[in-house]
T-cell receptor, first 115, second 112 residues
Framework: ELKVEQNPLFLSMQEGKNYTIYCNYS?????LYWYRQDPGKSLESLFV?????AVKQEGRLMASLDTKARLSTLHITAAVHDLSATYFC???????????????FGKGTHLIIQP | DGGITQSPKYLFRKEGQNVTLSCEQN?????MYWYRQDPGQGLRLIYY???????QKGDIAEGYSVSREKKESFPLTVTSAQKNPTAFYLC???????????FGDGTRLSIL
């Protein structure tokens, strides 16, 4: 059974600080996703990581993937209040014909950034 | 506009009643998915469909049913067998290749 664990599950930090959210998964996966969810809203795609060593950056967020360690990180640089949200990682298996299994999600990291 | 439309936004179910959640997409995506989210939790996969007239059970399919008669539509029925249906239900789609799943705005289901 595929398991995805995120930590921390809750994080309160001050604006301007840096922090990292960790995502560990239990078995080999073809791709890893990061999503953001605002309260009461749906999920917004942030990053898709497809291969070992992949690194993607968008603004103050940077995601990386180490498939050997089965670990992805989401790093926040110089946090601002607008980044307050819940962040989910999810992993997915791909079939040889190009189809895909559903996503397996972590429980999410609830991030609060205080002025 | 291209997108995923879920309806209704809020739904209330009486004891012993089946209810159907709608998910329609005009993205021309082949794959469609249903997830359930409980408060403070991640999403869990209920059912998914890679092509028309075919679908597979996810991790928590008991008490739910689906159909995929058209590429654009993937309705989810929450049956009376689902004893704890109160949750936020999200529909997602994905196209071929390295694209992420796109999510609809969700339906909140509660028990009357």
């Amino acid at each position: 059974e595929l398991k995805v664990e995120q930590n921390p599950l809750f994080l309160s930090m001050q604006e301007g600080k840096n922090y990292t959210i960790y995502c560990n998964y239990s078995t080999t996966s073809d791709r890893l996703y990061w999503y953001r969810q605002d309260p009461g809203k749906s999920l917004e795609s942030l990053f898709v990581l497809l291969s070992n060593g992949a690194v993607k950056q968008e603004g103050r967020l940077m995601a990386s993937l180490d498939t050997k360690a089965r670990l992805s990180t989401l790093h926040i640089t110089a946090a601002v209040h607008d980044l307050s949200a819940t962040y989910f990682c999810a992993v997915q298996f791909m079939y040889s014909g190009g189809g895909a299994d559903g996503l397996t999600f972590g429980k999410g990291t609830h991030l609060i950034i205080q002025p | 506009d291209g997108g995923i439309t879920q309806s209704p936004k809020y739904l209330f179910r009486k004891e012993g009643q089946n209810v159907t959640l709608s998910c329609e997409q005009n993205l021309n995506h082949d794959a469609m998915y249903w997830y359930r989210q409980d408060p403070g939790q991640g999403l869990r996969l209920i059912y998914y469909s890679q092509i028309v007239n075919d679908f597979q059970k996810g991790d928590i399919a008991e008490g739910y049913s689906v159909s995929r008669e058209k590429k654009e539509s993937f309705p989810l029925t929450v049956t009376s067998a689902q004893k704890n249906p109160t949750a936020f239900y999200l529909c997602a789609t994905s196209g071929f290749g390295n694209q992420p799943q796109h999510f609809g705005d969700g339906t909140r289901l509660s028990i009357l």
